[in-house]
């Protein structure tokens, strides 16, 4: 759980973070009544200026097939954020998946001016993804556009396996368990010791071969400027396997390849993009905006 204040610049005024395994929504609560306060000081916020809260999060969290999910946890899908975070939170409260969240930070901070067209990849619990056309967030049909993670895995051998059942921290942090390396928790990835290195090797390895074959659409559906990863993994572990998967990709016959570059906002980028999210909805004006003042 991530808490970030953002100034219209886009600069990032204060960032408070707990680290938790499944939180339930009362421990949202608790978190943000620890941490609200802190971070409006620390940011140098005047309460009276603020536009409005952002908040991030994968679509339904609670329902997700994530390892290890807790009983219970079913209840993200019942609970009303908004509502629940009222009292808390006294500014407009707005809402996002993560992934769109994180893809539209990078298109308004990132490199969203060199690369318009982009795919963005969300390493977290899960695997998202999120679609940017001319440095706009494109949702689809149903607001379900970019779920990559969802798609189907052949090479797991069954006919339920996705790609995030490879493709996620937890999936890398359940290897690690098994090869007897507890992680106490994902920044702790960073400081893994030499002997998990076959491990990882072998994650990285197996995320090269479930993504290779999604990539390839999405080169040849979308032809973007290029494919962004970032999320919460370690930099030196997201530039690695995008790398890898470029590797791989390079001896692809198919009409263009996109450069696969980590994204240049990534840890955070759900908390930072669903911080703009305000910014966005208020301050600055959509196209649909623009075509009806221009009537």
Same mark, same amino acid.
């Given at each position: 759980? &991530? ?34 306060? &802190? ?69 308004e ?7 318009? @067209? ?9 695997l998202?993804?999120?679609?940017v ?8 049909? +149903?607001?379900? +556009?970019?779920?990559?993670g ?16 490879t ?31 076959p ?17 390839i659409?999405? @080169? ?26 470029g ?6 016959a ?23 999210l ?10 649909? &905006? ?6």
């Open positions: 759980m &991530t808490l970030v204040t953002l100034d219209l610049a886009g600069t990032v005024r204060s960032r408070v973070t707990r680290e938790m395994r499944f939180p339930m929504p009362q421990d949202l609560l608790s978190f943000l009544r620890d941490a609200l306060d &802190t971070a409006i000081a620390q940011g140098g916020v005047d309460r009276t200026r603020v536009v409005g809260v952002g908040i991030a999060m994968p679509d339904k969290m609670g329902s997700i097939a994530i390892p290890h999910a807790p009983s219970g946890y079913a209840i993200w899908d019942d609970t009303d954020l908004p509502r629940l975070l009222a009292d808390l939170l006294p500014w407009p409260i707005h809402l996002d998946n993560d992934a769109a969240a994180a893809a539209l930070v990078e298109a901070y990132g490199t969203g001016f060199d690369n318009p @067209n982009f795919f963005y990849l969300l390493i977290s619990a899960g998202g993804g999120g679609l056309i001319d440095r706009h967030y494109r949702r689809g049909a +149903s607001n379900r +556009s970019g779920e990559i969802l798609m189907p895995d052949p090479g797991l051998g069954s006919e339920d396996a996705c790609v995030q059942d493709v996620s921290v937890s999936a890398l942090l359940d290897r690690l368990a098994a090869a007897g390396y507890a992680v106490p928790d994902v920044p702790a990835l960073a400081d893994l010791p030499d002997e998990a290195e491990t990882v090797a072998r994650w990285v390895a197996d995320s090269v071969r479930a993504l290779t074959g999604p990539i659409a999405v @080169n040849c559906l979308v032809d973007p400027n290029a494919i962004l990863i970032g999320g919460r993994l370690p930099g030196a572990l997201i530039a690695r396997l995008a790398d890898a998967l590797k791989r990709l390079a001896g692809v198919m009409p263009r390849s996109a450069p696969i570059l980590p994204a240049s906002i990534a840890q955070d980028a759900p908390a930072v993009g669903a911080a703009i305000p910014f966005l909805d208020h301050l600055v004006p959509s196209d649909a &905006t623009l075509i009806q003042a221009g009537r």
